[in-house]
């Protein structure tokens, strides 16, 4: 069992900067892939970025490329989503989610999840 705790949300301006975490208990990631999704009112969850917990191959949604980054810290079962540049459409609760598939940007195939955390960003 892997249980998944985010922090690191909150409000901010336009233009800001965030950094969310997902700290992970119970066991380690070796060999999951480790992902944020968001998911807005209304909205499908959406992969926003995912990291293979192995080697450190990362991807990432077309809408944040170059504002995102992904990154893992292995000693302290950590991952980190590093949001810069902000706008208002990235308001949404993002989730951390882990699962054994290798990539995926399927809500579906993650075996654990976190609680969410909200995200808001104000013009």
């Known amino acids: 069992q892997v249980q998944l705790v985010e922090s690191g949300g909150g409000l901010v301006q336009a233009g800001g900067s965030l950094r969310l975490s997902c700290a992970a208990s119970?066991?380690?990631?070796?060999?999951?892939?480790v992902a944020w999704f968001r998911q807005a009112p209304g909205k499908e969850r959406r992969l926003v970025a995912a990291?293979?917990?192995?080697?450190?191959?990362?991807y990432y949604a077309d809408s944040v490329k170059g504002r995102f980054t992904i990154s893992r810290d292995m000693a302290k079962n950590t991952v980190y989503l590093q949001m810069n540049s902000l706008k208002p459409e990235d308001t949404a609760v993002y989730y951390c989610?882990?699962?054994?598939?290798?990539?995926?940007?399927?809500?579906?195939?993650?075996?654990?999840w976190g609680q969410g955390t909200q995200v808001t960003v104000s013009s």
């Open positions: 990291i293979i917990w192995s080697n450190g191959i990362t």
């Open positions: 119970g066991r380690s990631f070796p060999t999951y892939t």
């Open positions: 989610a882990a699962g054994t598939t290798y990539y995926t940007a399927e809500p579906g195939m993650y075996d654990y």
